[in-house]
């Protein structure tokens, strides 16, 4: 299946993190969710401690529409008004008329920093076309052993 069959299939997604981007917010959510006085569920999800997962990237690149992230400080007024209402961390689908949420803080948290487990979460949501089923991981180049001068 792709987007085209689904007139009303997001054209894009966005992903607010709860954590101010720039260096300074970059420090300091680190710094903080070290000492367990900040957390971000989608931060979780994307990133391990020292740079964005392959699997996020796999899973994006399968879904079909651009995926945006975002920190909180780097929001146009149209989104500013939406995490008003929804909070932080979010994710949002957009369509040619409506700017709708797909998963909220809960359903990020649920997701325990697993980025399949965000796959599920975002297929069951019924905002996306996605296929449900885990990205495999790419296979390992084949290895060539006896080789002598190696």
Known sequence: ?????????????????????GVRGEVAYVVGHLMGQRECALCDITHSPVRRKRAWDRMVADLGAP??????????????????????????????????TVLDAADLSRCGGDVESFRAALAKSGETVIDPRPTPEPAAPPTRRGQAGR
Do not use: Q
């Not at 054209?11 to 981007?21: K, M, N, S």
């Not at 920190?71 to 689908?93: I, M, Y």
């Open 67 to 100: 995926f945006r992230l975002l920190h909180r400080n780097e929001l146009s007024p149209d989104l500013r008004a939406k995490v008003a209402v929804t909070g932080l961390p979010v994710v949002l689908a957009k369509r040619a008329d409506a700017l709708v």
């Open 1 to 21: 299946m792709s987007n085209a069959a689904h007139a009303d299939a997001p054209t894009e997604y966005v992903g607010i993190y709860d954590a101010d981007g």
